[in-house]
């Protein structure tokens, strides 16, 4: 059982949409299920209709879920398991305040150490806790032993017990800590893989540590993936608008292509274009490179060309090209959707043609208004020659201007047969 939790505090991030695509790719090589859970105990961060987002997101992009959870809709069991490792003394309540935290925080910082609790409350007495009015967390009890867990990518990563304090579990305001939640649902939800960003890597000792509390024997395994670094080789901030998914699509990239890009992206694939469904066929986490991968725009906007071209006439409608035939053509002069539909709404547009060639230009008009079309390019031209004694620039740049708007762009006799049908509505 795989899944995707993101938080609804933010547009999906690239690095996010990537972590999708890969649990899903592997929920469906070995049929396991995939889970959609929103992780919206933050109340602080969470966005309204960010979920939707999400779903919208996910949608586009094919990825299906076969369930959804909200995370807070656990809380009851958050708390539940909270009193149970409470009454088993596996963790333990905790009165320090924030402020007093905040202060040890800020003297370990001051000696450039790493801040780690320091069991103040771990061994309070019963009567000491009983007595405490004050509102308490709770805290899990370590024990002083190193940690580690094989990752599918990075192999063994080991933790030192100096890196592991007694983390908490539940506020004093009764909510869970992300940790804690995570861990849980995890275990009810029978998730048997994790794959998820690096930034993840040192709670995943604390998450098997939960579970392990809980008396949990089930094995969930973990591939954490290497961070998208910007073209500088920064690592891309969720302020970068290429990071946004959301950007990218209205920019003008195909889900399609995006998918691929975020595929290929620091992996090992038999080709360079692919769908989803073939990815499907070959992925394999192992083969995702440890280093940190490069997000290159420009080789998303080539992808996005082939992608363009190979798809169907209905997807193309789908995405708003009346002419399919147009859009592939097109696709030789630029990668966006947008860009592309500029192109052939000049196409389609009426033309005013001044200056130069605006006489040339209503001649040649008149020509094609009168001429019964031909099929072929060649006699296209020679029919209009006939007519008005022009050649050469005096020719084609008229011509260009009343079929393309445009004094530049793609050969026209290859754009003739495409257009050839619609050719007098064109020029009028
Ligand atoms: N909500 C967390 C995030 O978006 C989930 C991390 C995880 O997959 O465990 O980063």
């Known amino acids: 059982m795989y899944r995707f939790a993101p938080s609804p505090t ?3 991030h690239i690095g996010n949409l990537r972590v999708a695509l890969f649990n899903y790719i592997c929920s ?8 959609l859970r929103i992780e919206d105990t933050d109340n602080a961060r969470n966005i309204d209709g960010k979920d939707k987002e999400i779903f919208d997101i996910l949608t586009k992009f094919g990825v299906k879920w076969d369930r959804l959870y909200y995370q807070s809709k656990n809380l009851k069991f958050h708390q539940e398991f909270a009193a149970k490792l409470l009454s088993e003394k596996k963790a333990f309540l905790c009165f320090c305040d924030e402020k007093s935290l905040e202060a040890k925080k800020e003297a370990a910082k001051a000696a450039g150490e790493a801040y780690r609790y320091d069991g103040a409350c771990e061994h309070l007495s019963d009567d000491e806790v009983l007595h405490n009015p004050h509102p308490a967390a709770v805290r899990l009890k370590i024990k002083n032993e190193p940690q580690s867990f094989y990752d599918a990518i990075k192999g063994e990563v080991k933790f030192e017990p100096q890196n592991i304090d007694s983390f908490v579990l539940l506020r004093a305001d009764k909510t869970p800590t992300y940790n804690f939640a995570c861990a849980i649902d995890d275990m009810l939800e029978g998730v048997t893989f994790v794959i998820r960003g690096e930034d993840h890597v040192s709670n995943t000792p604390k998450q098997n540590l939960i579970r392990e509390a809980l008396g949990y024997t089930g094995k969930i395994g973990y591939a954490h993936l290497p961070i998208i670094l910007n073209k500088e080789g920064k690592k891309m901030s969720k302020r970068e608008n290429s990071s946004s998914v959301k950007w990218l699509l209205e920019k003008g990239y195909m889900p399609e292509a995006i998918a691929n890009y975020l595929i290929l992206l620091g992996n090992k694939t038999p080709c360079e274009i692919f769908s989803l469904n073939d990815a499907i066929k070959w992925f394999d986490i192992k083969n995702i490179s440890k280093s940190p991968a490069r997000f290159d725009e420009d080789k998303l906007a080539q992808i996005n060309r082939e ?47 001044d200056g130069e060639w605006s006489d040339n230009a209503n001649l040649i008009k008149d020509a094609i208004l009168n001429l ?11 029919a209009i020659i006939q007519k008005t004694n022009l050649k050469g620039k005096a020719l084609f740049m008229p011509l260009r201007l009343l079929l393309t708007k445009s004094e530049h762009g793609p050969e026209l006799k290859e754009l003739y047969d495409l257009i050839k049908d619609d050719i007098k509505e064109i020029v009028l």
């Open 372 to 382: 019964d079309i031909p099929n072929s390019f060649d006699e296209f031209k020679n």
């Open 307 to 353: 992608h363009i071209k190979m798809a169907s006439d209905e997807r193309l409608k789908e995405l708003g090209f009346n002419k399919p035939s147009l859009a592939r053509f097109y696709t030789q002069e630029s990668s966006l959707i947008p860009e592309i539909k500029a192109k052939i709404d000049q196409i389609y547009t009426h033309k005013n043609i």
């Open 28 to 35: 469906l090589q070995d049929k396991s299920g995939f889970i």
């Open 10 to 12: 933010g547009d999906m």
